[in-house]
Nanobody, 126 residues
Framework: QVQLVESGGGLVQAGGSLRLSCAAS????????MGWFRQAPGKEREFVAA????????YYADSVKGRFTISRDNAKNTVYLQMNSLKPEDTAVYYC???????????????????WGQGTQVTVSS
């Protein structure tokens, strides 16, 4: 069992930066693939980024590629999402997710992840 707690959301102007953190409980965190998803009002939850257990492999949605960076510190049981050059369309609730068994082809689907955090609001003003 893994529990996830996101933090770092807030209000920022367009062009600004935020760093989200996701703290995980559980001794097996280092073996889990981790992902970030987001959900705007009236829209479906969408994939943002994912990272394999070692940190060697990362994956991004086209909409955030070159602006967002996912990373992890297994010693701290934490995964991060550095968000730069933020745009108003990045406004959403951001969720952290974890899975011990997800395959690469399923990394972009919320259904592929087993554990979820409660979410943190990110609002980008124009």
């Amino acid at each position: 069992q893994v529990q996830l707690v996101e933090s770092g959301g807030g209000l920022v102007q367009a062009g600004g930066s935020l760093r989200l953190s996701c703290a995980a409980s559980g001794r097996t965190f280092s073996s889990y693939a981790m992902g970030w998803f987001r959900q705007a009002p009236g829209k479906e939850r969408e994939f943002v980024a994912a990272i394999r257990w070692s940190g060697a492999y990362t994956y991004y949605a086209d909409s955030v590629k070159g602006r967002f960076t996912i990373s992890r510190d297994n010693a701290k049981n934490t995964v991060y999402l550095q968000m730069n050059s933020l745009k108003p369309e990045d406004t959403a609730v951001y969720y952290c997710a974890a899975s011990p068994t997800i395959t690469t082809m399923n990394l972009g689907s919320p259904r592929g992840f087993d554990y979820w955090g409660q979410g943190t609001q990110v609002t980008v003003s124009s």
